[in-house]
């Protein structure tokens, strides 16, 4: 049995030596395969695959099965510990302007309250963690946001309580607190970036790895795309703009779901597996034009399945043609935060001075890692 874990000393003496506890979890970029690990569509396009007893670079045997990339890059969200009320625990947003606190045993499932919850689940008392972005003013931009928060909340609970819980279990607890108390819709990439970092290839394996033990929902199989020598040649080729515009990515990813429920929505989405996989094969053998085409033919399906995806987008998508470069609403889309991707640099960046004024360019460089964790030794 765990007992409870009482912060409020410890932290006071933490905070005079200007030495809090902290978490910094960085957001990523997604792309073709994007949707594919919410929990529906995993479930729904897995298939038991003949794994080969020798793995290969290209994993051919899991062009069918569900997966996405995500591209780690250097924003996000710093959540720090602070002494708090002995009796009490409580989260506060710098950005969002919101606070919430309760008594440990008594925080009401409701999704103002997904991330006190987890510090109850880790039997914390007598701290406040104090959530606040990295880069101001991008709130909705489809990086993966509240997600990032949800799992780095995880994962600094997880350090003070002295790690009772391994990886893939932080991932499940984040997806399934977020989910479960109708905070988003949401899968399991933003958590497995933040946890593992870099540009990753991930198969999902819903319900474990056969033959593993130890494993559960959220396990994958990884594969790192590109080292961290090349990240500079992908960044020169990709760009983030934020069209100015927020938006509900409940509202798209309800409507990408519901088109499983019929034989047209089922078959286009049923398209979106060997699509993924070419784009992961285009990074890690940096074949930017088969980048470009990937990311075309994913974004025209996610149209036909919902229109209002592109939303606040479009005039950046014709722009982008001017330039032989095309465009990718990130997260649900909608508004928002919008990849720019041109396998030609040189066409990238004249395609950033067409857009400087008109869109604000929200400025990354790809790290490794996924997080970064700092005074957290009881």
């Known amino acids: 049995m765990f007992s409870t874990i009482q912060l409020h000393d410890w932290l006071l003496e933490a905070q005079k030596q200007k030495a809090l506890p902290k978490v910094i979890a960085y957001n990523r970029i997604d792309g073709p395969g994007s949707s594919l690990d919410l929990n529906e569509f995993q479930q729904t396009f897995w298939k038991l695959p003949d794994m080969p007893d020798k793995d290969d670079l290209t994993r051919k045997w899991s062009q069918n099965l569900p997966r996405t990339i995500g591209i780690t890059i250097d924003t996000g969200t710093q959540i720090e510990a602070h002494p708090f009320d002995p009796d009490l625990i409580g989260v506060r947003s710098v950005d969002y302007d919101t606070e919430v606190t309760a008594h440990p045993g008594e925080v009401v499932p409701v999704s103002e309250n997904w991330l006190l919850k987890i510090i109850e689940i880790f039997n914390l008392k007598g701290v406040m963690f104090i959530l606040e972005n990295l880069r101001k003013g991008i709130h909705s931009s489809g990086l993966g946001g509240s997600s990032t928060a949800t799992i780095g909340v995880c994962i600094l609970a997880n350090e ?13 607890l984040a997806a399934r607190i977020e989910q479960g108390l109708g905070l988003s819709i949401t899968g399991t990439q933003e958590q497995s970036n933040v946890l593992f970092g870099g540009v990753t290839d991930y198969v999902w394996f819903p319900w474990g790895r056969p033959g593993h033990p130890g494993t559960g ?3 994958s199989l990884r594969y790192e795309l590109i080292p961290q020598a090349d990240y500079g040649l992908l960044e020169e080729r990709m760009a983030i703009f934020h069209t100015g515009h927020h938006r509900q990515s409940a509202d798209v990813n309800t409507t990408w779901m519901n088109a499983l429920l019929n034989k047209t929505g089922y078959n286009l989405h049923s398209q979106k597996m060997k699509i993924a996989y070419a784009y992961r094969e285009a990074l890690r053998l940096k074949k930017w034009d088969i980048i470009l085409e990937s990311i075309e033919k994913y974004r025209e399906i996610r149209i036909k399945l919902c229109e209002g995806y592109m939303e606040s987008s479009w005039d ?43 869109y604000r360019e929200i400025p990354f460089k790809i790290r490794s890692k996924g997080h970064e964790i700092s005074n957290v030794k009881l």
Do not use: C, H, M, W
């Open 316 to 358: 950046l998508l014709e722009r982008a043609k001017r330039f032989d470069s095309t465009v990718f609403p990130l997260g649900a889309g909608g508004g928002g935060g919008v990849l720019l991707f041109s396998p030609n640099p040189e066409s990238l960046e004249n395609l950033r001075g067409d857009l400087k004024g008109v």
């Open 160 to 172: 003070l309580a002295g790690r009772p819980f391994t990886n893939i279990q932080l991932i499940s």
């Open 217 to 219: 929902y959220g396990e």
